[in-house]
């Protein structure tokens, strides 16, 4: 039986506990790193098997600051629930972190020097659950839980060497007691899971970096006593296009622009989150790498934010920068029991936030495959699966980026691009998750054809976007609002989120439906992309088009099949999506 652990601990901010002593000599799992990865997965594993035994290695000691200076802040749909539901966090999200109203954007309009000139995308309202976290805050809150479950998770443990074997694998930390003396102790493990983050322990030491094209450099700051995008302006009608109080200030909201966004992300404990993405090509790294540099970059893109923060430079509590953040793996889970996890994995980009949810799917596999292992299943043939589908996800998420930044300041392009990815994301991926069924082997098997129609018609969109911004003309968008729940079929593919379909059946058929809507919305994608094209090169009003051949080029549109009877025209595709066309041609928006 493992040694009774004790708490001896707290502070008085967060109750952070201390467990005492050093690790026993085995357990079932062994994670590395206890940030949010780690001590998610933890929870994760002790509630679905608690006769588990776990060890966390936390190497910061103590207790993480309020507003902990890492990304990761928002949540969507799929970390929520996660997050809530699946590891039982919902009591303490729902009182100690920032209820959070969905995704905001907002385009260039003149100089970027009133906020009311600018088209805007978002909701009018807060929707399903979704949350701005405070690390620091939430990352405490798993530590004491951890400990309460049982986990032995220790902080201020290094990890100091690895031997990875065939039947068990060794572990080696040091740990330091209160009074700063060092012990070292080795641990087996059947199980080695790796979440140290950007360390990546595992993945140096088995030489599994994978380069990623997508080259895309950020940096961040906090600042002290938060930030209401509201009291950017005061114009009457700007403040009436929200239907409830605090719903901008609760948005994980986006500036953009050609070659970059910036995000603006409140927090519970008081400051906000302030950050820059940017393509180097348009905005080189060292425009943006130190504070000066950040600050005098904004000055000249974004100056209404800047003309804030140059008034409040002594609010600005801290400033942090990562250069090429995207980076993929050859592999993140082993039939030789390790597993990476969280960012010690991969990470494609924080556009859309989907880091959390990257952790919620890649601990649900790993859970998944685990479990059935410490109960002497075998899991070879479930375990492949998992990797496969972990690393398709990535590369399906990757796609939404790449080369991408150089049409973020163009509304005519990225409102397609928005309404369609929201709805490919609602309607596909979180519908699966949040009915828990994304480890269902014989599920996924099912609605398999509705998963590729989806995959394949994304695979076509994506170039699409990239080239009718090349044919489009510098424009800006109206002085007006896109509501996201009001988009026509976008707004109701979220509506089904709110509610678990508890007939496996009609969740079949909810998700066939979906994958044709998104032929359906493709088509009005591609009519209203074809618009930039000479008008005699225009596919005729009439033609049956195949949206998984689309393209802008017309010497290609006979040979890779665009036309066909399985095709549907622009009038059926507007009858199935009434209203979608109006607000793609940005002729019906919502004052």
Known sequence: MPAKRTVSRTHSIVRFPRVDGMPDPRYDVVIMGGGLAGLTLALQLKKARPATSIMVAEKRS??????????????????????????????????????????????????????????????????PDQFQLDRGLFENELMRRNVLAGVHAFDGCRVQEIALGEQEHQVTVSREDELGAADQATVACRWLIDATGRAFTLKRKLGLEKDCPHKINSSWLRLAGGLDIDQLSDDPAWHARMEQPRVRVSSTNHLLGQGYWVWLISLASGPISIGIVADPRFHPFEQISTLDAALEWLSVHEPQLFSVLDVRRDDIEDFLKVEHFSYSSERVYSPERWCLTGEAGVFSDPFYSPGSDFIAASNTFITDFLTRDLDGEQIAERLEGHNVQYLLLY???????????????????????????????????????????FTDM??????????????????????????????????????????????????DLQRQLKHRVEDEEALKQMMRANAELLRAFAVLIFHEASKSLPEAQ???EDARIRPEAMTLDPARWEQDGLFGDDGLTVAEARTRIPGLAEVLSLEQVYA
């Open 538 to 540: 225009r596919p005729p």
């Open 62 to 127: 103590g207790p993480a600051p309020s507003a902990a200076f890492k990304v990761g802040e928002s949540t969507v749909e799929q970390s929520s629930y996660y997050f809530t539901d699946v590891i039982g966090m919902r009591d303490h999200m729902e009182t100690a972190q920032h209820l959070k109203s969905g995704l905001r954007y907002f385009w260039p309009a003149q100089d970027n020097r009133d906020i009311v000139a600018r088209l805007e995308w978002g909701p009018c309202e807060f929707g």
């Open 442 to 491: 014989q599920f996924t098997q099912d609605v398999a054809p509705a998963l590729q129609t989806a995959l394949q018609l994304n695979q076509q969109i994506e170039p699409l976007f990239i080239r009718w911004h090349e044919l489009s003309t510098a424009e800006e968008g109206p002085a007006s609002y896109i509501s996201t729940t009001k988009v026509p079929g976008v707004g």
């Open 395 to 437: 590369d399906a998420f990757l796609k939404l980026y790449l080369d991408q930044y150089q049409l973020f300041g163009n509304p005519r392009v990225m409102v397609s691009k928005l309404a369609w990815e929201h709805a490919l994301y609602w309607g596909v991926g979180a519908l699966r998750f949040l009915n828990d069924k």
